[in-house]
C-alpha cells in the first residue's frame, strides 16, 4: 500500500507513511500550475502504481485544509 502526496504535502504526510509501515509517494509539482495537484498529474502516477503493483489508499493534500503545505509558511 502506498500514501500519495505532493513534493508540497506537509513532512507529517511522510512521517504517517513511515509508522503505518508503508510507501510514501510525492508527486511533483509545478511553478506554473501554482504548486497545485493536477488531474492528469494524479493520473499518470496513480497509472505508474498500479503497474507497480501497488495500492494507493490514501491521498494526502493539504493545499486547502485548515493544515497547509510547507511552501505556505506553516
Known amino acids: 500500500m502506498v500514501i500519495v ?4 504535502t506537509h513532512s507529517l504526510g511522510a512521517k504517517a507513511a513511515l509508522i503505518l509501515g508503508v510507501e510514501f509517494v510525492a ?3 509545478k511553478a506554473e500550475d501554482d504548486l497545485s495537484l493536477r488531474g492528469e498529474m494524479l493520473e499518470d502516477e496513480l497509472k505508474k502504481l498500479e503497474e507497480k503493483g501497488k495500492k494507493p489508499f490514501i491521498l494526502r493534500m493539504f493545499r486547502f485544509r485548515l493544515i497547509h503545505t510547507t ?3 506553516c
Open 27 to 29: 508527486i511533483a509539482t
Open 71 to 73: 511552501e505556505e509558511g
Open 5 to 8: 502526496g505532493t513534493n508540497q
